[in-house]
C-alpha cells in the first residue's frame, strides 16, 4: 500500500506542468556630485527586474520582463514620488528556431542597444549618451532573426492611435554583426510626424574587445524633416586591471560645436558591489562635474 502511494506521487510531480522560472535582480548606488558655480548634489538610483521562463515545447520558449526603476538624482522633484518611480519595460516574448518576437513597453533599439553603448563610465547620473528619435513607450512590437554566422536582422513598430498616418507611427530596421572581438549595429527610425515631414535617425554602433581593451564608437544622425539635421559621435576605451576598470571618452555635437569629455575610474570591492569616481567637463558650459558613488547589483 505504501508502495503504491509512493509511485503514485512520483508519478503526479513527474506529470506536473514546468513552472517558469522567475528571477530577481537589480541595482542600488548613491552618489554625491560638484559642479562648478552648483551646490553639492546627492542622488540615489535604483533598479528591480522581475524576469522569467517557460518552455514551451518544440523548441519554443515564452518570457517576460518587468522593470521599475526610482532616479532621485539631484534631489526630489516638485512632482512627487510620481515622478521618480517608473515603469521601464514590460514585455512578453516568444522564442525559437524562428527567432524571437517581442510585445510590450520597451525601448526603442536605437536607444536600448546603439546609443547605450555611449555610457562607458560608471556613473548612472553622467554619460555622453545622445539619444534622438522616441524613447521607451507602449505598443512596442520587435522581430529579431536566428543568429545566422553572426549576423541578425530585426524589425520593430510602434502603435500611437494619435498619429496621422500608419497604425505604427515609429518603425525601425536593424541588424547587428558580431565576430570573435567586433561588434557592429545599425539602425534607421521612422518617425512619422503627422502633416509635418517624416523624422529619421540613423545610427551606428562599432565595438572592438582585445583583452582587457575595449575601444567603442557611435554615430547618430538625427534628420528633422523641416528643422536642420544634428549629428553627434561619441568614441572612447575602458580598460580593466583585474578589480580596477579605467574609462575615457568624448562627444562631439555640431550642435553650437558642443564637446563634453569623461574619465571614470571603478574599483570593484567584490562581484556586486563597486566604488568609483567620474569626472565630467561640459565643453559648452566650460564646467567640469566631479562625481563619487557606491553601487550594489544583486
Do not use: C
Amino acid at each position: 500500500m505504501k508502495k503504491t502511494i509512493i509511485a503514485a506521487a512520483i508519478a503526479a510531480v513527474v506529470s506536473a506542468p514546468a513552472f517558469a522560472d522567475v528571477k530577481i535582480s537589480g541595482q542600488i548606488n548613491t552618489e554625491f556630485k560638484d559642479t562648478d558655480n552648483s551646490d553639492l548634489a546627492s542622488g540615489i538610483n535604483s533598479d528591480i527586474v522581475i524576469s522569467g521562463s517557460e518552455d514551451l515545447g518544440n523548441g519554443m520558449k515564452a518570457s517576460f520582463k518587468i522593470h521599475r526603476f526610482y532616479d532621485d538624482v539631484g534631489g526630489p522633484s516638485a512632482g512627487g514620488d510620481g515622478d521618480e518611480q517608473r515603469v521601464a519595460d514590460q514585455t512578453i516574448s516568444l522564442s525559437g528556431d524562428f527567432g524571437s518576437v517581442t510585445t510590450g513597453r520597451m525601448e526603442p533599439f536605437i536607444v536600448s542597444s546603439i546609443t547605450s553603448m555611449a555610457n562607458i563610465d560608471a556613473s548612472e547620473d553622467l554619460d555622453l549618451e545622445v539619444a534622438p528619435g522616441d524613447a521607451r513607450t507602449d505598443g512596442g512590437l520587435r522581430y529579431v532573426s536566428p543568429n545566422m554566422n553572426g549576423l541578425t536582422v530585426g524589425v520593430e513598430g510602434f502603435a500611437d492611435g494619435t498619429s496621422t498616418g500608419d497604425d505604427f507611427a515609429t518603425t525601425t530596421i536593424f541588424a547587428q554583426y558580431s565576430n570573435a572581438g567586433l561588434t557592429v549595429k545599425a539602425a534607421q527610425e521612422t518617425a512619422q510626424n503627422g502633416t509635418s515631414a517624416d523624422v529619421k535617425v540613423t545610427a551606428l554602433g562599432v565595438a572592438y574587445k582585445m583583452g582587457d581593451l575595449e575601444a567603442r564608437l557611435v554615430h547618430t544622425d538625427d534628420d528633422n524633416g523641416a528643422s536642420a539635421d544634428t549629428e553627434n559621435t561619441m568614441y572612447g576605451v575602458t580598460y580593466t586591471m583585474g578589480a580596477n576598470q579605467f574609462a575615457i571618452g568624448k562627444n562631439n555635437s555640431d550642435t553650437a560645436n558642443d564637446e563634453d569629455t569623461i574619465v571614470s575610474f571603478k574599483h570593484s570591492l567584490s562581484k556586486s558591489t563597486s566604488v568609483y569616481v567620474v569626472i565630467e567637463n561640459d565643453g559648452a558650459a566650460n564646467s567640469d562635474t566631479n562625481l563619487i558613488g557606491v553601487k550594489h547589483s544583486f
